[in-house]
């Protein structure tokens, strides 16, 4: 189960960014030197990682993350990840959690770009982080400054050890120009992006954009209980410049905390600032009305306001609560 533990300390990038290293958006683990204690794809797992006292396999103690034997020899563990979709990097999380007397000392992280799933023994590998240090059961975030595009990332552990979770936050880069095609403008894994939320106690905003259903009150965005009059609102960029025709507000598993109502504001913005946008986005024009919501339900809705194309929505719940997941369909802008 995708539940979300929320860490006061993490940096915007994992709040704003895609995690392209989600198996539910298709990431998978292709390749790695030696997994004889834990899986490499335990590592991906959108769930938090946990510790279970007393379960042990064949091979050892159980442990919820990726972890090689003890090497005896020269040389480092590796593992090569597919990530969901082509797109750049801006951030890494490398989490030990649980992983305290057999954690790595040190990881590094390089990226490539291959059409295959398991990249040729001769494609190039670039840096992306040079070898980092690592704590025991710790996150280890780390802001990454590539501009360009790439399919695969090998993180290496020096020189053995478990990994309990890595996250690979980015932007996928996508076909969003085909005409006439109907295209969920705030799905993540065609590039939309949550700029900004003014509350995500209970859990983040980026979750409206991920695909399916959630899997429980755990997998969506989720404020606290609001004391004081107004909304709480979140604020996406879309994946492409596009027209509105549909929208989806799924509140699946929120029953005695779903918003009453929503609405939805939309405008076409270029430039600015993420507070700037914060700012305007109180004067955008209305794309949807106040509509009541009702629990643990699909709500469509069309006959939107004809707005043209736009870039930017701020969706909000009345006066606070969880929504699972976010659709905006339509079509890209001049296709």
């Known amino acids: 189960m995708a539940v979300v533990t929320l860490d006061p300390d993490a940096p915007d990038f994992t709040?704003?960014?895609?995690?392209?290293?989600?198996?539910?958006?298709g990431a998978k683990a292709v390749a790695a030197s030696d997994e004889f204690f834990a899986p490499k794809e335990r590592m991906l797992d959108p769930a938090e990682p946990v510790f279970i006292v007393g379960k042990y396999d064949d091979n050892g103690k159980w442990m919820d993350g990726w972890e090689s034997r003890r090497k005896r020899g020269p040389g480092n563990d590796w593992c090569v990840v597919k990530l969901a979709r082509p797109g750049r990097i801006f951030g890494v999380d490398i989490d030990t959690r649980h992983f305290t007397g057999n954690y790595p000392p040190g990881a590094s992280l390089e990226a490539c770009?291959?059409?295959?799933d398991v990249p040729a023994a001769d494609v190039r590998w670039t840096s992306l982080l040079p070898t980092v240090a690592l704590k025991g059961n710790a996150h280890h975030y780390h802001?990454?400054?590539?501009?360009?595009?790439?399919?695969?990332?090998?993180?290496?552990i020096f020189p053995d050890g478990g990994i309990a979770r890595l996250r690979v936050y980015g932007r996928p880069?996508?076909?969003?120009?085909?005409?006439?095609?109907?295209?969920d403008l705030a799905a993540a894994i065609n590039g939309a992006?949550?700029?900004?939320?003014?509350?995500?106690?209970?859990?983040l905003a980026s979750a409206l954009?991920?695909?399916?259903?959630?899997?429980?009150m755990g997998d969506g965005w989720e404020t606290r209980r609001r004391r004081e009059p107004g909304n709480d609102w979140s604020i996406i960029a879309l994946a492409a410049p596009g027209i509105i025709e549909r929208v989806e507000v799924d509140t699946a598993f929120f029953k005695g905390n779903f918003p009453d109502s929503c609405s939805l504001q939309a405008a076409r913005m270029t430039g600015g600032?993420?507070?700037?946008?914060?700012?305007?986005?109180?004067?955008?024009?209305?794309?949807?009305?106040?509509?009541?919501?009702?629990?643990?339900?699909?709500?469509?809705?069309?006959?939107l306001a004809a707005l043209?194309?736009?870039?930017?929505?701020r969706f909000n719940i009345f006066p606070d609560g969880g929504v699972s997941r976010l659709r905006l369909f339509g079509k890209v802008a001049g296709a």
């Open 15 to 25: 709040r704003r960014y895609t995690n392209l290293a989600d198996t539910r958006l």
């Open 113 to 116: 770009h291959s059409d295959k």
């Open 193 to 203: 992006y949550v700029v900004a939320a003014n509350n995500e106690h209970f859990g």
């Open 143 to 156: 802001a990454l400054t590539s501009q360009e595009t790439w399919t695969h990332v090998r993180i290496s």
């Open 273 to 303: 600032t993420d507070q700037s946008l914060i700012t305007q986005s109180m004067f955008w024009q209305e794309l949807l009305p106040q509509q009541k919501l009702s629990m643990d339900a699909v709500h469509s809705f069309d006959g």
């Open 173 to 183: 880069s996508s076909d969003t120009t085909i005409a006439g095609a109907e295209l």
């Open 308 to 313: 043209g194309p736009v870039t930017h929505v």
């Open 209 to 216: 954009l991920l695909p399916g259903r959630g899997v429980n």
